[in-house]
């Protein structure tokens, strides 16, 4: 069955698309019994040589598999496959933890015909904990990765951790008058903060552009997307979004000269953004995605430091949990973020209703805000008056079942 899409200005998503739609990947998941009963290993494969771009976290305490995907990248800038286990960190496991990823990495070339530089890896999960290699390895050895919504809908699963829903996007843009796909895959629930999380994203497109520009780009869009998201405060020790970029939609090679780079661009962001609120919404206890909307403000990088410092506000997630329009925790939160404001000149809206006008409080319906934050998606508006920088964040209220969740990770 041909797949719907659905208008997003000179993009179009693709409802049933994901890592699988971009032309040349396959990808897959199963259950090793790492885990008791969910998905715990998957694949995504290239069928040629992909250009490859990541990010990763900024915690200093880095996971191995991240030590070894950065040097798989590095010495030819591409990627065939990555493989991904779950429930397990593999992390602060020393030497031990530095050589069961290389095992990976080298079990994962030696399944699909590779050289280990042509593999990257990735692990989420509980840190500390040796990984299961007696299971992981065979597991590794049973992945057979194909191009259809099933498969790439198993690896979704086989990522996740406290996750409560896959997170998949694909949307497809012109470039060269070629339609270029660009399929996304994430997980992430709880230790979400921005610079990277207990978060990992796969990118793949079928957009032919060199190594060092897909890094550019990948660079440009995370900095307004995924480092916009926050949900407890803490930034975990294994994340990254990693991007593979096959080639096979025929475009002239993109770079930021070319006529199309920033439509290109602005897909890639669209992907991202989604990804981001997807995480954003299944915050762990989460009932609520909360977005916060800063204009006005000295620069864009300003205006999204704002954005980060409300949505991450402790204070105001629990309001919105519990629907009371407290404006004022918003404004507080501007105060302390480190960027220079006017104190006389701001403008605070939740969801539709002024609250605060050029910093003077402003009558509104207590109904009418409660109605708006009983929603599923609440929207926080700020005018700062002061400059033509604007930027976007997203999070999630805290809930009663956070520290449930937490209180009982390992148990």
Same mark, same amino acid.
């Given at each position: ?322 629907? &009371? $329009? ?5 404004? #507080?939160?501007?105060? !302390?973020?480190? @960027?220079? =404001? *006017? ?44 400059? &033509? $920088? ?5 999070? #999630?209220?805290?809930? !009663?079942?956070? @520290?449930? =969740? *937490? ?5």
């Amino acid at each position: 069955m041909a797949s719907s899409t659905a208008s997003c200005g000179q993009m179009h998503k693709i409802t049933d698309g994901s890592v699988h739609t971009p032309l040349g990947f396959k990808a897959t998941g199963l259950h090793t019994k790492v885990k008791r009963k969910r998905k715990d290993l998957g694949a995504i494969v290239c069928d040629v040589p992909a250009s490859a771009a990541a990010v990763y976290t900024l915690n200093q305490i880095q996971a191995a598999p991240l030590d070894v995907t950065r040097e798989s990248i590095a010495e030819e800038g591409t990627l065939r496959a990555v493989v991904v286990n779950s429930g397990q960190a593999n992390a602060v496991m020393g030497k031990v933890g530095v050589a069961d990823a290389y095992e990976m990495r080298d079990r994962t070339a030696q399944a699909f015909g590779l050289e280990p530089l042509d593999v990257a890896i990735a692990s989420t999960g509980t840190i500390g904990e040796r990984l299961q290699m007696e299971k992981i390895l065979p597991g590794i050895e049973a992945l057979h990765p194909e191009a259809n919504p099933a498969s790439a809908n198993a690896f979704a699963e086989s990522i996740l951790t406290t996750d409560t829903c896959t997170k998949e996007t694909c949307y497809a843009t012109e470039i060269n008058g070629k339609t270029v796909h660009i399929g996304a895959v994430a997980k992430g629930s709880g230790m979400i903060h921005p610079n990277m999380a207990t978060m990992l994203s796969f990118v793949t497109t079928d957009a032919a552009i060199a190594p060092e520009h897909l890094q550019q780009a990948l660079s440009e869009i995370t900095d307004r997307t995924y480092n916009r998201i926050t949900i407890d405060g803490d930034t975990s020790t294994n994340d990254m979004v990693l991007t593979l970029a096959s080639g096979k939609a025929g475009n002239e090679p993109l770079h930021p000269e070319h006529p199309d780079w920033q439509p290109f661009i602005q897909a890639l962001q669209c992907v991202a953004e989604e990804q981001s609120k997807q995480i954003a919404r299944d915050g762990e206890g989460a009932t609520k995605l909360v977005e916060v909307n800063v204009k006005g403000a000295p620069t864009d990088e300003d205006a999204g430091k704002i954005a980060k410092q409300i949505v991450g506000s402790d204070l105001l997630k629990t309001a919105v949990f519990g629907t &009371d $329009g407290n404006w004022g925790r918003i404004i #507080c939160a501007i105060g !302390y973020s480190g @960027v220079t =404001i *006017n104190p006389e000149t701001i403008d605070i809206a939740i969801g539709p209703h002024l609250t605060l006008s050029q910093s003077e409080p402003v009558n509104f319906s207590e109904e009418a805000v409660t109605a708006h934050l009983k929603q599923d998606e609440v929207f926080i508006d700020v005018e700062l008056n002061i400059g &033509d $920088g604007s930027g976007k964040a997203w999070g #999630c209220d805290l809930t !009663y079942d956070y @520290v449930r =969740i *937490n209180a009982g990770y390992r148990t």
